[in-house]
């Protein structure tokens, strides 16, 4: 099983950065802040190929979502790309190309 880090936020001003919706990955949250609005996500990937939606607001509210693909190359080292996607209410769904 392989890991990657993400730097996570809610600041109480509309930025928010989270993980959403994992597919054979699971999330550990650490080292929050004395504030507690921010704080490291470690993503565990538990199959060779594996997805985790992250939601990304910034403070102005322009919201930044992708999909995290992760998968292991013939090294056995850990590759992902992000696969930008809309996100709103009724939740992500893919951007056309």
């Given amino acids: 099983m392989k890991t990657k880090i993400i730097d996570c936020r809610n ?4 930025a ?3 993980t959403s919706e ?3 990955a699971e999330v ?5 802040s004395k504030s507690g ?17 992250v939601i990304d607001i910034s403070n102005s509210g322009k919201h930044r ?3 995290l693909m992760c998968n292991l190359d013939h090294d056995g080292n850990l590759v992902c790309t992000e696969k930008r ?7 992500c769904a893919e951007e056309a190309a």
């Fill in 16 to 18: 928010y950065t989270a």
């Fill in 85 to 91: 996607e809309s996100c709103g209410e009724t939740g």
């Fill in 28 to 32: 550990d949250q650490f080292g929050r």
């Fill in 37 to 53: 609005n921010h704080w490291k996500e470690k993503i565990t990937f538990l199959k060779t190929s594996s997805s985790v939606f």
């Fill in 11 to 14: 600041t109480g001003q509309g």
């Fill in 65 to 67: 979502c992708y999909r």
């Fill in 22 to 24: 994992l597919e054979y």
